[in-house]
């Protein structure tokens, strides 16, 4: 039993191995090639901001990457920079690069999270289901202000939410954020009114349908363009809300499923407030 | 080196709040606060996943009216590879982190404590 060893001994021991954790990170960062010297060139990523992912292959080997004497991209490759409002029939047509690469180059990632975040809340579900806890009752009850406050503040919420997740593409946040930012209305709903709960039937068979039209918008491109999750719309021109084609459809439905299994998750985890 | 490390104050950051983190876990015996220890060893992690991947001088990978990521042939913006990973990893850890918590609450109904040692204890 190790029980008797003194804490103190134990503190000294967590600072040693925390300190030679940092101290080996710091000399394996010194240990790697000078900031010059690093090819960063390699990857592709970076060149998704060029929105041809053939094009950007050819003009590798020359890019740099803010060094100080930095050599432009190769020339004898032609290539028309992308101006804002004006660029159309791009490769990907969402002005947030990131989103771009989350659900059009990296979709069936994506979907893979999606997958987890669903088994999480199955599983949250799961393991709380039917709980009948003993809690001490509230010590104060909601107020008048906090109830109605609470009901006006969920609205511009779920707006905002809403808003953020159809305008993924083209602003900071999409799905996930949006997500979050409805159920965290939710919450608000919670700490409002004794004894709110949320329709549960009706979040799962929400949940379970927007999770269903991702896989749907998936087998579509894998009919239409001949492999999954492939973009089947017109990519329209960049910065426009009707763009990006499928882009914002599968942010519809992620922000959808998202939003209602936190919610559910939020419901689940929420200590019943039963009259004891 | 020096230039790669222009964003020291982001590594240094990540590089303390891994370390926080680790000693957290280490040191605590109750449950709750190893899962709180997790937690923060995540935001560490991606906050140094972003870092590596970001340039005093870089700008965000968004097209804007006056936001230009292309200019004379250079790549000016940020890579944006490591924040579509990181906004993966945001999501999953939020999911772990529910499912842990839901974990523990089950323990302390079983064993009235979150106590690992007392756990192990009454397990013998």
Request: proline fraction near 4%.
């Amino acid at each position: 039993m190790m029980s008797d060893t003194p804490e103190i001994v134990k503190k000294v021991f967590a600072i040693f191995v925390v300190g030679i954790f940092i101290v080996g990170f710091f000399v394996t960062f010194t240990q790697m090639p000078k900031g010059n010297e690093v090819n960063v060139n390699d990857t592709v990523s970076r060149f998704y901001v060029m929105k041809d992912v053939d094009q950007a292959t050819q003009m590798l080997d020359k890019g740099t990457y803010f060094n100080k004497d930095m050599v432009p991209l190769r020339n004898d490759v032609p290539y028309t920079p992308i101006t804002f409002g004006k660029s159309s029939n791009l490769e990907d047509g969402a002005a947030n690069v990131v989103t771009s690469i989350v659900v059009d180059y990296r979709g069936f990632d994506t979907l893979g999270e999606v997958t987890v975040l669903f088994l999480a809340a199955s599983g949250v579900m799961l393991v709380l289901h039917g709980e009948k806890r003993k809690v001490p009752k509230k010590k104060t009850e909601p107020s008048e202000i906090m109830y109605v406050g609470t009901r006006i503040a969920f609205a511009v919420i779920f707006l905002f939410g809403i808003y953020v997740f159809i305008h993924g593409h083209l602003t900071p946040g999409g799905g996930f954020p949006g997500g979050a930012i409805i159920a965290s209305g939710i919450l608000g709903l919670f700490l409002g009114r004794k004894g709110y709960s949320p329709n549960k039937a009706g979040l799962t068979v929400f949940e379970s349908l927007s999770g269903m039209a991702y896989v749907i918008i998936g087998i579509i491109g894998l009919v239409a363009e001949k492999s999954f999750l492939a973009n089947f719309l017109p990519t329209g021109t960049i910065g426009d809300l009707f763009s990006a084609g499928f882009i914002a459809l599968i942010y519809i439905a992620i922000g959808m499923k998202v939003g209602s299994e936190l919610s559910a998750v939020t419901n689940a985890m929420i200590v019943d407030t039963e009259e004891d | 080196m020096v230039d790669f490390l222009q964003n020291w104050v982001y590594l240094t950051g990540s590089m303390a709040l891994i370390g926080i983190g680790l000693y957290i876990v280490l040191t605590n015996t109750n449950i709750f606060r190893i899962i709180v220890g997790l937690n923060i060893i995540d935001s560490g992690t991606n906050l140094f996943i972003v870092t590596i991947a970001w340039h005093p001088k870089s700008v965000m990978p968004i097209y804007t009216a006056t936001n230009n990521l292309v200019v004379n042939g250079h790549v000016i913006a940020a890579d944006p590879l490591p924040q579509s990973l990181v906004l993966t990893a945001i999501v999953i850890g939020l999911g772990t982190t529910a499912l842990a918590l839901a974990i523990a609450v089950k323990i302390y109904q079983k064993y009235g404590t979150l106590d690992v040692r007392k756990i192990k204890e009454e397990d013998r």
